[in-house]
Structures are given as C-alpha cells and as structure tokens.
C-alpha cells in the first residue's frame, strides 16, 4: 500500500515563494519507490486538475509552460521524498496542489488519469 503526503502550502504574496514536499512510503509486490514517476498537479475551484510538473526515475524533469523557469522538481532518494519549489508565485498560481504518483512503465505520463496514487493536498494562495 502507498501513501503520498504533502506539506508545505501556506499563503503568500506575488513574487514570493513556496516549497511543497511529498513523502512517500509503501511499497506494493512488484513496485517500490525507485519504480515510481512523480508528479504535481493543481486545482483550482471550477477547474480541472492541471498537470504542474513530473520527475523521472532518472532526475529527468518536465514542467507546463505556465510554471517553467519558476518552479522546480526535485526529489531526495534517501528520503523518498519529492519537493516543488516555487518562485515567482503569482494568483493564478492559487489551487490545491497534490503529489501523485505511478509505476514507470515505457514512461512518465502528464495525464491525471494514469497516475494511481495521490496525496491529499495542500493549499497554496497567492495573493
């Protein structure tokens, strides 16, 4: 069983910045943390689930145009734990975000709907 839990949101003024974590803990029979495509996503009230940015199995990063040059993947293997650092914040920028993850099969995906396993959230508001 696996479990994702975020931390880190808060509210803060455009321009500032905010760094989100994920831990991950749990393993199934056939995969463990190092097996596993990490992403952020994004809510907004009235909005679909928006797709922020994902972490390979190799370190390898991908970001939505909206947020390039602004935020920043990471993750800490030692820990298993993923972060998102975000600069430059700005209101559109406000929304539930959430950690999710699944099992690296051919690829990482950006598509919400693949993605297995997800965090409970934390706010992030920017104002």
């Known amino acids: 069983h696996v479990q994702l839990v975020e931390s880190g949101g808060g509210s803060v003024q455009a321009g500032g910045s905010l760094r989100l974590s994920c831990g991950f803990s749990?393993?199934?029979?056939?995969?463990?943390?190092?097996?596993?495509?990490m992403a952020w996503f994004r809510q907004s009230p009235g909005k679909e689930r928006e797709w922020v940015a994902t972490?390979?199995?190799?370190?390898?990063?991908r970001y939505a145009d909206s947020v390039l040059e602004r935020f920043t993947i990471s993750k800490d293997n030692a820990r298993n734990t993923v972060s998102l650092q975000m600069d430059s914040l700005k209101p559109e920028d406000t929304g539930m975000y959430y950690c999710?993850?699944?099992?690296?099969?051919?690829?990482?995906?950006?598509?919400?709907?693949?993605?297995?396993?997800w965090g409970q959230g934390t706010q992030v508001t920017v104002s």
């Open positions: 999710a993850a699944h099992p690296r099969n051919g690829y990482c995906s950006m598509r919400a709907a693949d993605f297995v396993y």
């Open positions: 749990g393993y199934t029979s056939s995969y463990t943390y190092d097996n596993y495509c």
């Open positions: 972490i390979d199995l190799d370190g390898s990063t």
